[in-house]
């Protein structure tokens, strides 16, 4: 691999050079073969914590008195997400194991009905459930995850069309009507789910969701909104807004990194042009605003000279985005075939998307010579409340190794 070079706060660092794919894929291993020995059925945190996971603090969560480790909040699955995409990089029958060991938290937090007054239910059951049924075969999980789904179903708002993002709908109205940019990235599980069953609710759900944030989510000048809300009764947009945002109106980095990837795989499951069309628009955004080192400040708006926070987890869902956007421009083509200027496209978003890949290895990795037991770090969970600034996410450490596999295998199937 070559010299790391350590992103330099309010400044800027040259384009890396290539590293070794397969010793960036060793390195992130060995960390994930630490995880195993510190954590195995059980969850870390959101984040890091001075560089370091430690177990998910106790909680009460559902009326129950949760303990350390235990299975809440949006960010769990991502662990065994990274499990089997080890087991599928290794053939190692620990990471297969593993993962199947974590199903049974997941029926249990299904069938107990435990925080799953989310729309992250199309996270968590995708990489947890899903996942290991389709590469293995989990009776267990493919019941869980239909039942996530039917849970997912009942936070559809008629007539807005879209699937609520957060709050109990009884008992959340600061929460009624909103949806965010994240959302994209849980609808494979509902298009899924009508795979299974036969069912066209899940898909015609979540198409009529996903068309509603390319008409209202995603601006004219194809930046995005964080959030957006909708008037429950009458089905009327309302306004755009951030939670999590430098403003309002400004373009927060992982929300346009989800809206590539989130885009893309809709068009996949749907091949509605405009989904593919969108994810373009967000990409050539994304990539029009990057810092020389290709590793997206936390807020667009923000670049080379200014003195804020990288997000490393938005440049590894980026990759995996322009990644995926790539191979369906080549299997769906705009306008029936390949035009050159989308061949251009094909080929820039992987280079592009390598470059990234690249950079996050010589420069924003973490692991034992770091002192870290995550892969990547210098993420932003949320830098309006000081959370997780700086410092590793799960999430971040997921589409990583995912941008790995998809480097080194590109007829890898992937789980969304």
Sequence with gaps: MTESVTPTVGGSTAAPA????AAATDAALAVVDENVGTFGDRYPGDTTIGGRYELRPAARISGRDLPPGSNYEWTTSFWPGELWLAWELTGRDVYRDLGLAHVANFV??????VDLHTHDLGFLYTLACVT???LVGSPEGRRAALAAADHLMKRFLEPAGIIQAWGDLETSPEQRGRTIIDSLMNMPLLHWASEQTGDPRYEDAARRHVAQLRDRIVRDDDTTFHTFHWDVATGEPRFGSTQQGYADDSCWARGQAWGIYGFALNHRWTGEATFLDTAVRCAEYFLAHLPRDRVAYWDLVFSDGDDQPRDSSAASIA??????LAAELERSPRGGELSAADAERVERYRR????????????YAGGAANGSNALLLHGVYDWRTDKGVDEGNLWGDYFYLEALMRLQRPDWVPYW
């Design 18 to 21: 290539t590293t070794s794919l």
């Design 108 to 113: 249990w937090r299904v069938e107990e009905e």
């Design 132 to 134: 290991p049924d389709r």
């Design 319 to 324: 990759a995996c985005g322009l990644l995926e």
């Design 352 to 363: 592009e998307a390598r470059e990234m890949v690249d950079s996050l290895a010589t420069s």
